[in-house]
């Protein structure tokens, strides 16, 4: 019987061990499947199973409007771990499809992504050693999600816009137009294109450039029919960034630092004949000279419509000088500057910096007409409301300063709505000189 147990207990052994190189052999042939990733690929991706390097502890979580990637590295090793984004689930033969949204050396061991939107997405984090070899290996629950992870809030649209950069003007090879080129950091985002004849340097240019064209989500060049002779300057924005006032020009980066020009030549029409001031493209070259219906050549100091000035007599000039003597000096409200409570302490970024520039700047330095300027040039592109009203408001001040009473209430009376108590006494400086002047 003891005999028999044995043998019985030899053969259960045989079989166990038969079973267990056959589960050992599929897992080796399903970790040779893997497949080199394309553009990703530097070297020739490690075939020796035992070699293969991969993270391990996943772990994917939304955290408001972004999504948090942690992980854990390869023992021992040093190197880069790429983050990998897709609408579907990740596997060694698709990874290659998957958009790379970032980059973590080892010690990092996490990466916080932000998604374009909430509708879902799965993670895998490959690993990259330090002489570019990636390892496309994909493994359920150690280095790849199975079931999507959505962000529980829409993200802001600062950070959802695209960042553009090397931008580029040049002749096309037939040079008969200008081809800009430039890259984008989230290609699924519309992009504007400004040009103009003047350098783009800052937000308020945008609104006195030539044109503007909406380029599709993708685009990262355009061809412009030129005219020839013409100086062209070109910036790209994101779209939804500037519908909301917001327009960071980068020389190099976002704005062309150099204009680009289309050479005059036989058959091509310039608007660079002399004797002519050219204006702004697309109009054309205008100088009224003479009297669209008689020819006559127009004075250039008379105003159309308006009898020419005349010194009054010698009676009515001294009845106009004993009335003054007898009007009471003339009494001028001149309150200083206001600046509000919130824009007494600095603001970091964004189109409320760039208002306090002006206020910290012309306005209390006393330049009104810069001041006036530059607070059109800011109202000119578009704000949200409470910015907007805040604006006017210095606005107001500067046109009661430089004595504009009635367009200084008007300003006023746009930004009462939100700064109802700091406009009050203003409007009532505004009335008591309008009434003056009535009477």
Not at 146 to 175: C, F, M, R
Not at 265 to 289: F, N, T
Not at 370 to 380: E, H, M, T, Y
Not at 430 to 437: A, G, Q, T, Y
Request: charged share 20%; net charge neutral.
């Amino acid at each position: 019987m003891p005999t028999c147990r044995n043998h019985a207990h030899a053969s259960i052994d045989r079989r166990i061990r038969r079973r267990r190189r056959t589960i050992l052999c599929a897992c080796a042939a399903v970790l040779l499947a893997g497949m080199p990733l394309g553009a990703q690929q530097v070297a020739a991706p490690q075939t020796d199973t035992a070699n293969t390097l991969f993270v391990s502890h996943l772990n994917v979580e939304p955290v408001d409007y972004q999504v948090k990637v942690s992980w854990l590295d390869p023992p021992d090793a040093r190197g880069m771990c790429l983050v990998y984004r897709a609408s579907a689930e990740i596997t060694t033969q698709n990874v290659g499809a998957a958009r790379l949204v970032g980059k973590a050396p080892t010690g990092t061991q996490y990466f916080i992504d932000t998604p374009p939107d909430r509708s879902g997405y799965y993670y895998a984090v490959l690993f990259q050693d330090p002489a570019g070899t990636l390892y496309p290996l994909v493994i359920p629950f150690r280095n790849k999600t199975s079931s999507p992870v959505a962000a529980t809030t829409s993200a802001p649209e600062e950070k959802l816009a695209a960042t553009i950069t090397g931008i580029t003007a040049a002749l096309t090879s037939s040079g008969d137009g200008i081809a800009i080129s430039f890259s984008t950091s989230s290609p699924g985002r519309d992009l504007l294109l400004f040009w103009g004849t003047a350098p783009l340097t800052v937000p308020e240019d945008l609104v006195k450039s030539t044109s503007t064209v909406s380029l599709d989500a993708g685009a990262t060049r355009y061809v412009l029919a030129a005219l020839p002779g013409v100086d062209y300057w070109f910036a790209v924005l994101d779209s939804g960034l500037y519908k909301l006032g917001q327009a960071p020009l980068t020389k190099g980066a976002n704005t062309t630092a150099r204009p680009v020009q289309l050479p005059v030549g036989s058959g091509r029409i310039s608007l660079s004949s002399p004797g002519l001031e050219r204006r702004a493209l697309p109009l054309p070259s205008l100088s009224l000279i003479y009297d669209v219906q008689s020819g006559v050549l127009l004075p250039a100091t008379e105003v159309p419509d308006l009898p020419p000035p005349r010194k009054v007599s010698p009676d009515t000039e001294k009845a106009i000088g004993r009335l003054m003597l007898e009007a009471p000096p003339a009494q001028s409200m001149r309150p200083s500057p206001q600046v509000l409570r919130s824009d007494m302490t600095p603001t970091p970024s964004g189109e409320i910096a760039r208002l306090q520039e002006i206020v910290q700047g012309p306005f209390l330095g006393g330049d009104m007409a810069a001041a006036q300027k530059r607070l059109g040039d800011f109202l000119s592109l578009p704000r949200s409301a409470e910015v907007k009203a805040r604006a006017r408001f210095y606005l107001g001040q500067v046109y009661f300063i430089q004595g504009r009473d009635r367009d200084a209430l008007l300003e006023f009376l746009a930004a009462e709505d939100y700064f109802y108590q700091e406009s009050q006494a203003w409007i009532a400086a505004c009335f008591d000189k309008l009434e003056k002047i009535d009477l």
